[in-house]
């Protein structure tokens, strides 16, 4: 998926987005299960930022859920610009 911004890429399918979605999530899933406190808070630098700005595990996490905030609220829009609703699983029970 790395280049799926990239020039010349091909449009993807629902069943692309879907995939992309579910390996990020699994990815995620996986780091978060296996990553301490200490871990998390740990700095690390990016090769290509380099160590003028280093980040921690919880900033990747958070970017993350930021960045699929942003493209589910394009899919939103998208689907209703064209009439369609996103039916979405019941909340929480209130108590």
Known sequence: MRDW???GQPE???????????????MMS???ARWTDEQLAEQIVL??????YPITRSFVIWHVIEHDLHH?????????MHGLAIELPP?????
């Open 47 to 52: 090769p290509w930022i380099g160590p003028a």
């Open 91 to 95: 909340g929480p029970p209130r108590d």
């Open 30 to 32: 996986e780091a978060m």
């Open 5 to 7: 911004d990239d020039p």
């Open 72 to 80: 589910g609220g394009e899919i939103s829009h998208s689907l209703g």
């Open 12 to 26: 993807y399918t629902t069943a692309d987005y879907i995939h992309g979605l579910q390996a990020t999530w699994n």
